[in-house]
C-alpha cells in the first residue's frame, strides 16, 4: 500500500467535488457534469478510476451518461467518482437535492450521518458488522432504511472493490477490520431498503481475454486491455475514441463474455435514494479520511 498516493488520489477527488458541488443545477445534461468531472480528475493530475455515477431519485447507483445522452440533472442526484494515482485509489460520493425538497434533503442527511458513525466506527481490529450497525442505527435515526443489499468495500492497487465488503446494516459477520484501504459507502432510502438489477448501465469491466473474430471487436479489445485494464469503463469513452462503430464491438464482446456489463441498481419498492461515500486508510493507530 503507497499511502502518499492513496492520499493524492484523494486530495484530487476531493478538490474536484469542491469544483462540481456548486455547479449542478437542475436541468444540466447529465452528459456535460460527467464530462466536467472527468476534465477535472485530468487536469488536476489524476486518472479516472471508474466512470462517473449521475443515479437520480430511485436509482441508488451504477449509471453513467451514454455519448448521445439527453438526460438532465433533477431529483435527488447521486454523484459518485474514482481517481486514481498509478493505480492507488480514491472512491467518493455525495448527494444532491435539485427540488429543494424537504423530504430530499432529510434522506441526504440521513445518509451522511451513516457515513460519519461508519467512519468513526472503522478502527483497526473492528468487528465490520459493528460498522454496519452504527450506519444502520444512524439512518435509523432519521426515520430512514440503510440499503441492505449495498455495502462498502476493500480497495486494493488497480481493484476498486477488493473483495472484503463492509456492511451497511448488522449482518453478523464479526470479522476484524484490518490495515488498508476502504470505502465507507452508505446508501439510505424512503422505500424498502432493497435494491435489485435495473437497466443497463453503459458501464463495463473487463473479465476475460479470449479473441475473437471481429476485426473492430478486436482492437476494441486490445485498446481496453492496454488503456483500462482492471478498472471500468464506459460506452461513451470508446465512441469518443473510436466512433460509433465501437457500440458494435461492445455489443460483440458482451457477447463473447470478454465483458461485463453492470446493471442499473433500483431500490425495490421505488424509493428515493441518497447515498454518501469516502475512502479511508485505516492504520494501527489511527483512521484517515482520504476524500
Known amino acids: 500500500m503507497n499511502k502518499e498516493k492513496i492520499i493524492q488520489a484523494g486530495k484530487i477527488a476531493k478538490e474536484v467535488k469542491a469544483h462540481i458541488r456548486p455547479l449542478v443545477k437542475k436541468g444540466m445534461p447529465l452528459l456535460e457534469i460527467a464530462e466536467k468531472i472527468e476534465s477535472k480528475i485530468k487536469e488536476l493530475g489524476g486518472n479516472i478510476a471508474f466512470p462517473t455515477n449521475l443515479s437520480i431519485n430511485t ?16 431529483g435527488l442526484i447521486k454523484i459518485d467518482m474514482g481517481v486514481h494515482v498509478d493505480g492507488y485509489i480514491a472512491d467518493t460520493a455525495f448527494s444532491l437535492d435539485l427540488e429543494n425538497n424537504e423530504e430530499n434533503k432529510k434522506i441526504i442527511q440521513a445518509a451522511e450521518h451513516g457515513l460519519k458513525e461508519g467512519i468513526k466506527t472503522a478502527v483497526e481490529n473492528v468487528a465490520i458488522n459493528k460498522i454496519g450497525k452504527a450506519i444502520q442505527t444512524a439512518i435509523e435515526s432519521h426515520g430512514f432504511s440503510s440499503i441492505v443489499n449495498l455495502s462498502g468495500h476493500s480497495i486494493e492497487r488497480y481493484q476498486v472493490h477488493a473483495g472484503m465488503t463492509i456492511p451497511n446494516m448488522d449482518d453478523g459477520r464479526a470479522i476484524p477490520l484490518k490495515e488498508g484501504s476502504y470505502a465507507i459507502e452508505p446508501f439510505a432510502t424512503n422505500g424498502g431498503g432493497k435494491i435489485y438489477d435495473g437497466a443497463p448501465s453503459n458501464i463495463y469491466v473487463l473479465m476475460d481475454e479470449k479473441n475473437l473474430r471481429s476485426p473492430i471487436a478486436r482492437e476494441l479489445l486490445k485498446y481496453i486491455q492496454t488503456e483500462y485494464g ?8 470508446l465512441v469518443k475514441k473510436f466512433g460509433i462503430k465501437a457500440l458494435f464491438g461492445l455489443k460483440q464482446l458482451e457477447e463473447n463474455r470478454n465483458l461485463h456489463h453492470f446493471s442499473q441498481l433500483v431500490e425495490s419498492s421505488n424509493g428515493i435514494v441518497a447515498q454518501a461515500e469516502h475512502t479511508i486508510i485505516v492504520e494501527k493507530d489511527k483512521t484517515i479520511v482520504t476524500t
Not at 436509482?59 to 433533477?74: E, G, L, N, V
Not at 482492471?230 to 469513452?237: A, I, L, N, Q, Y
Open 230 to 237: 482492471t478498472f471500468p469503463f464506459c460506452s461513451r469513452w
Open 59 to 74: 436509482i441508488a447507483a451504477h449509471y453513467t451518461p451514454t455519448h448521445d445522452d439527453t438526460s438532465i440533472a433533477h
